[in-house]
């Protein structure tokens, strides 16, 4: 598997997190309150457009209800009706209690912080509904960790720079963007969200290469 990686282009990787923040500045990504509110928001996130993801946290926040015992104390249909907007609610819904469930068995917070990433990681790719994005999205962001999230945009912008194939294993791209960027989880933070930016702004399904910051170092663009 490894060999679908040229592990030779890693150091592309820091020409392209300078090169986005050149052009869109920093992110300041997880927008949330909370590490609580990034959690469920990674779940929310599932599947879900952003803006949705918002009116949902939102309907939490004026029915007071974002916090974990707040949560806990639900029904799922409860639930569900306060993250329609996100989608899929119902599933989303049972997923958030799933989460719910294994913070409260597992200790708070400031006990989950002291977990090592590994076991951690392993920890909540066990909670059903989290999957390795997911689980990856609430380790970098609500814990801080030096770990990257790999998403669509990711594998969409990373195989037309010809750093990786897009349907790479997932666990080989998130390796090789962790070797490129070392333990700095501040870098792994601001390069996930500005993947995620530069995708909106240009690199579609159907690219807007005229106007993309990346094209001079880009196999794919039509330009």
Not at 24 to 29: D, L, M, S
Not at 111 to 140: F, H, P
Request: net charge neutral; charged share 15%.
């Amino acid at each position: 598997m490894a060999s679908q990686i040229k592990l030779s282009d890693a150091q592309s990787v820091q020409w392209l997190l300078t090169r986005l923040l050149e052009c869109y500045g920093p992110q300041y990504w997880w927008p949330a309150d909370s590490a609580f509110e990034i959690m469920l928001g990674a779940i929310l996130t599932q599947n879900a457009a952003w803006i949705n993801v918002i009116k949902a946290i939102n309907q939490l926040k004026i029915a007071n209800c974002l916090t974990l015992d707040c949560i806990i104390a639900l029904s799922k249909s409860e639930l569900a009706a306060l993250i329609q907007p996100a989608g899929y609610y119902n599933v989303k819904a049972q997923r958030i209690h799933n989460l719910c469930q294994f913070l409260l068995e597992s200790g708070d917070f400031s006990t989950l912080q002291q977990w090592e990433t590994s076991k951690l990681r392993s920890a909540l790719l066990q909670v059903n509904g989290i999957g390795l994005e997911t689980a990856d999205d609430i380790l970098l962001y609500a814990f801080d960790r030096p770990v990257f999230v790999v998403d669509t945009y990711t594998r969409r912008i990373g195989s037309r720079l010809g750093l990786f194939k897009q349907q790479a294993p997932y666990e080989i791209i998130r390796a090789f963007f962790e070797a490129a960027l070392g333990e700095c989880s501040a870098n792994m933070n601001e390069l996930h969200a500005l993947l995620v930016q530069h995708a909106k702004q240009s690199c579609h399904k159907v690219p807007q290469c005229s106007k993309c910051c990346l094209k001079s170092a880009c196999i794919y663009s039509t330009i």
